[in-house]
């Protein structure tokens, strides 16, 4: 057989040695993009990033009809629409799963045992991503309190409104839930027939405890009503700067009721820069210091 010989040609300005990229993406648009993302959402991407900012980007370049990054980075800032919002969400990580952080599940709900058995509670869920982490704190909570009606309400909150319209469906592909135990998953979700086979529905008594909005965590103030018995905000804070953690926290500690408990990420170690507010309580959760 006859191969013939395929040439690629790259676009001009490129150099030898950079990853060949079908629209230009030069590093002052790089510093740029840095610099929107920053501004709009809190968000510090590092350098590391220019390949996925490139990768997640060029659908939008693509459906946009732009011709490269510094004509879609004018676009989005002339932009008083849907496209700021794109950018955003384009950019956000969103990874999460049922019981992430397992060990804080029964933390959560031996706190809120400890409220008399009628008080109302509410709890928020401040970067609930697919809704994965409000669902578990939900599924837990009628777990622990052993009723479908437990006085609680979840307030669960994104700033990427993609992540929320598939979490306020709760339908999930069964990948996302085969790790959990047969009692869970029969218990709180409803597997799908006909067009919805291979996915599961989080059963409605679960739903019923969740409630989803959109709140931007650096753009105060946020609609939230406290005073709240936990505040979950785990795998967010990395991605902001000390100056936003900092400025995050000091909005969440008025926020909690006075024994209320804060649930960070594993590897978020912002405390050090908030040991006048917080005291930690137990494996990256913390209370509010006396
Ligand atoms: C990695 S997910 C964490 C999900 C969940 N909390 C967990 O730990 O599994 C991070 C989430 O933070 C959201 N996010 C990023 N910047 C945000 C901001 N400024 N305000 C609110 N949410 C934000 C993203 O959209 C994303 O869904």
Same mark, same amino acid.
């Given at each position: 057989?006859?191969?013939?010989?395929?040439? %690629?040609? @790259?676009? *001009?300005g490129a150099k030898l040695g950079e990853p060949f990229r079908a629209f230009e993406f030069s590093d002052a648009d790089f510093q740029r993009l840095q610099r929107m993302i920053y501004d709009l959402?809190?968000?510090?991407?590092?350098?590391?990033?220019?390949?996925?900012?490139? +990768?997640?980007?060029? /659908?939008?370049?693509?459906?946009?009809?732009?011709?490269?990054? *510094?004509?879609?980075?004018?676009?989005?800032?002339?932009?008083?629409?849907?496209?700021?919002?794109?950018?955003?969400?384009? %950019?956000?990580?969103?990874?999460?799963?049922?019981?992430?952080?397992?060990?804080?599940?029964?933390?959560?709900?031996?706190?809120?045992?400890?409220?008399? /058995?009628?008080?109302?509670?509410?709890?928020? +869920?401040?970067?609930?991503?697919?809704?994965?982490?409000?669902?578990?704190?939900?599924?837990?909570?009628?777990?622990?309190?052993?009723?479908?009606?437990?006085?609680?309400?979840?307030?669960?909150?994104?700033?990427?409104?993609?992540? %929320?319209?598939?979490? @306020? /469906?709760?339908?999930?592909?069964?990948?996302?839930?085969?790790?959990?135990?047969?009692?869970?998953?029969?218990?709180?979700?409803?597997?799908?027939?006909?067009?919805?086979m291979g996915f599961a529905r989080v059963r409605p008594q679960v739903q019923r405890l969740v409630e989803f909005r959109q709140i931007n965590l650096v753009d105060p103030p946020w609609n939230i009503?406290?005073?709240?018995? *936990?505040?979950?905000?785990?795998?967010?804070?990395?991605?902001?700067? /000390?100056?936003?953690?900092?400025?995050?926290?000091?909005?969440?500690?008025?926020?909690?009721?006075?024994?209320?408990?804060?649930? *960070?990420?594993? +590897?978020?170690?912002?405390?050090?820069?908030?040991?006048?507010?917080?005291?930690?309580?137990?494996?990256?959760?913390?209370?509010?210091?006396?």
């Open positions: 057989m006859k191969v013939e010989p395929t040439f %690629l040609y @790259a676009p *001009a959402a809190g968000i510090s991407l590092n350098e590391g990033k220019k390949a996925m900012a490139y +990768s997640r980007l060029t /659908k939008r370049i693509r459906a946009l009809h732009v011709q490269n990054f *510094a004509e879609y980075l004018d676009y989005v800032e002339r932009d008083t629409g849907e496209e700021k919002v794109k950018f955003i969400n384009a %950019l956000t990580t969103n990874l999460t799963y049922f019981f992430r952080e397992p060990h804080h599940f029964p933390m959560l709900t031996d706190h809120l045992l400890t409220y008399p /058995k009628d008080e109302p509670l509410t709890l928020w +869920s401040a970067a609930c991503s697919t809704g994965e982490e409000p669902y578990s704190m939900a599924m837990s909570i009628i777990d622990a309190f052993g009723t479908d009606r437990p006085p609680v309400k979840i307030i669960a909150s994104d700033l990427d409104s993609d992540v %929320l319209a598939t979490a @306020a /469906k709760g339908v999930y592909p069964l990948e996302k839930i085969d790790a959990l135990d047969r009692a869970t998953l029969k218990r709180f979700f409803l597997k799908g027939a006909g067009d919805q009503e406290g005073p709240l018995a *936990a505040i979950f905000c785990r795998n967010v804070m990395i991605y902001f700067n /000390k100056q936003t953690q900092r400025a995050i926290l000091e909005r969440f500690a008025p926020l909690l009721k006075p024994n209320g408990l804060l649930f *960070a990420g594993h +590897s978020e170690n912002f405390f050090y820069n908030a040991r006048d507010m917080f005291n930690i309580r137990g494996k990256t959760v913390y209370e509010l210091a006396a």
